[in-house]
């Protein structure tokens, strides 16, 4: 079993900066591949960004890639989804997610992950 608590999601501007905190536990980041989606009222849940167990392999969803960067920090147990360069449309509820392997598909499908945070809301104004 893996528990996650997001933080660090709130209110910003269009062009501002979030970053949002996933502390995982009952695995080890080195042992689980780590994601970011995130899910926009009346729209399906969408991959934001992963980060491989070994975190020598990120992934971003084309929308993001340039303005978004993941993280891991281990001795935290901790990821990060740094967020620059906001606009409206990245206003979503944003889940931190987990898969433990083997992985049956790319780490970048959200069918791949097995464990979900709560989520937190962002939100940027135009």
């Known amino acids: 079993q893996v528990q996650l608590v997001e933080s660090g999601g709130g209110l910003v501007q269009a062009g501002g900066s979030l970053r949002l905190s996933c502390a995982a536990s009952g695995r080890t980041l080195n042992s689980i591949a780590m994601g970011w989606f995130r899910q926009a009222p009346g729209l399906e849940r969408e991959f934001v960004a992963s980060i491989s167990y070994s975190g020598g392999a990120t992934y971003y969803a084309n929308s993001v890639k340039g303005r978004f960067t993941i993280s891991g920090d281990n001795a935290k147990n901790t990821v990060f989804l740094q967020m620059n360069s906001l606009k409206s449309e990245d206003t979503a509820v944003y889940y931190c997610?987990?898969?433990?392997?083997?992985?049956?598909?790319?780490?970048?499908?959200?069918?791949?992950?097995?464990?979900w945070g709560q989520g937190t809301q962002v939100t940027v104004s135009s």
């Open positions: 997610a987990a898969a433990v392997p083997p992985f049956r598909k790319p780490i970048y499908s959200l069918d791949v992950f097995d464990y």
